[in-house]
C-alpha cells in the first residue's frame, strides 16, 4: 500500500507563489506516474498536471500552462508542484496521486490507484 502526503498549501495573494510537495512511502512508486489534481467548492476534481517516471514528459491543463511545473525526486518518492503567478480561480484542496495509467488516460483521475488527503490553497483577490 502507497501513503500519499500533501503539504505546502496556504494563503496567498492574487500573483504569488506556492510550492507543493507529496511524499510517498509504503512502498516504491518505481514505473508509476504521478499527478497532482483540484477541486474546487462545488466543482468535479479536475486535473492539473502529471509526470511520467521517467520524468521525460510531463502534461498540463490549459489553464495552468506555464505557470505551474511539475517536478519528481525519484530517490525520494516525491513530487512537487511549483505554482506562479497564482489566480483567484486556482483556490481549490489539491491532491497527490499515483497510479499506472495509460498514456492516454495520465489526465483521468479514474487512472490513479492512490490519493493523498489533500493541501487547500488559497488565492485572495
Known amino acids: 500500500q502507497v501513503q500519499l502526503v500533501e503539504s505546502g498549501g496556504g494563503l496567498v495573494q492574487t500573483g504569488g507563489s506556492l510550492r507543493l510537495s507529496c511524499a510517498a512511502s509504503g512502498r516504491t512508486l518505481t514505473n508509476h506516474a504521478m499527478g497532482w489534481f483540484r477541486q474546487a467548492p462545488g466543482k468535479e476534481r479536475e486535473f492539473v498536471a502529471a509526470?511520467?517516471?521517467?520524468?521525460?514528459?510531463?502534461y498540463y491543463s490549459n489553464s495552468v500552462k506555464g505557470r505551474f511545473t511539475i517536478s519528481r525526486d525519484n530517490a525520494k518518492d516525491a513530487v512537487y508542484l511549483q505554482m506562479d503567478s497564482l489566480q483567484p480561480e486556482d483556490t481549490a484542496v489539491y491532491f497527490c496521486a499515483a497510479g499506472t495509467p495509460i498514456i492516454s488516460e495520465i489526465t483521468r483521475s479514474r487512472a490513479y490507484n492512490y490519493w493523498g488527503q489533500g493541501t487547500q490553497v488559497t488565492v485572495s483577490s
Open positions: 509526470m511520467r517516471w521517467s520524468g521525460s514528459y510531463t
